[in-house]
């Protein structure tokens, strides 16, 4: 655990220089920032040394198909009250980005990680984490991601018996049925947008039964937990029923949601609900998402949703009607090839706004759009429906590999 002076032996110290430095000649080459090379590059030297990086810190894990880099960060800024921090802050969350980041981290106390779903019980083995946060679990990237039942049960079979304390989102069935083979869980009342990942009970296949904000398998009887912390409006109510106000610069109810997970998580550490809300405030912008940019006289909000789940949060949080918006899908490899999830999102919420298709899969989108009577214009690309944009700040919404693209051009 934290504490121990050096626990890297002399080939991990080789390992972690040498992958610093594959990092630097790919930064200096313009080929992004470095960390997934230069972790691969270190992780070939010395296969054991993500856990010795590991040793030597307090980590929380932080796992789900959305919002996880947004809570990384948000529990990096509360637990940096306790000590300093060390985090994969620009979501590199497979194994050679999580080894690249820690690396970065000589003096840290605390390792906050984002973990790609499909890893998570492996790095768990690895990092012996103090901490797991688990928000949700829904489809996405439907090409080559098992689906969510199957990611359910491997979360639930690696984390049986862990000695971690698992922060899990007591609305989502599926999270709640991979948390329940943990000993020691605290349950967050954080909500649950999207449901259609969740009519079936996972642990028997019954139908699921969804009274109000409750759930539970008329066959089985799995049910919704208890929560200890909740969301409540604009408050967080912690075990002991004190309300703390959320203050966030971040927008939307999906945001108030981490939060209410990230506090939880700072008391497993001892950072009371006020201090690490109050640190939460500082955080404006996760790898550009929510940044407001200008680019050819216009202000451009930039929004990420890469899954059914992610466009449903965004599209309860963009300004109302006529405000135009922009929307980009790509199907690169990092997206998922498959564009079959398009008819999952209810496109029918944005009726009423000026609609602008670009990316990728624009005529994908824009087959989808018809399909739900929305009035749209297909450009070639980003500048184009800027110009043809009418007047007023532009909602610009993104799949992951577009968001990218869009960064690059506004120069984010």
Known sequence: MAGNSDPLTPRAKLAVTAGKAVAAASRAAGRGSGSVIGGRVALKLDPDLLARLAQSLDVTLVSATNGKTTTTRLIAEALGAAGPVVSNALGANMPAGITSALAGGSDAKFGVIEVDEKYLAGVARDTDPKCIALLNLSRDQLDRAAETRMLAENWREGLAGSKAVVVANADDPLVVWAASSSPNVIWVAAGQMWKDDAWSCPSCGGVMQRPGDDWFC????????????????????????????????????????????????????????????????????????????????????????????????????????????????????????????????????????????VGDRKLDLAVRLEVANQHFQVCDNLDQAVQMAPPGRIEVIANYTAFQDLRRRVGN
């Not at 200890?228 to 002991?240: A, K, R």
């Not at 106000?245 to 998580?265: F, M």
């Not at 109050?278 to 216009?298: K, L, P, S, W």
């Open 218 to 357: 008329g066959e089985c009887g799995f049910r919704r937990p208890t929560p200890s912390w909740s969301l409540s409006g604009d408050h967080v109510l912690d075990p002991h029923g004190s309300a703390w106000p959320i203050h966030l610069q971040l927008p939307g109810r999906a945001n108030k949601a981490n939060a209410a997970s990230s506090a939880a998580v700072a008391a497993v550490f001892g950072v009371p609900p006020q201090v690490a809300l109050e640190r939460m405030y500082r955080v404006q912008a996760v790898a550009g998402r929510y940044d407001v940019v200008q680019f050819m006289q216009r202000d451009l909000r930039l929004l990420l949703a890469k899954n059914p789940a992610g466009w449903l949060e965004t599209f309860s949080l963009i300004d109302p009607p006529p405000t135009p918006v922009i929307l980009s899908v790509n199907a690169r490899g990092a997206d998922g090839t498959d564009t079959s999830w398009l008819w999952d999102v209810d496109y029918t919420r944005l009726t009423g706004h000026p609609i602008f298709v």
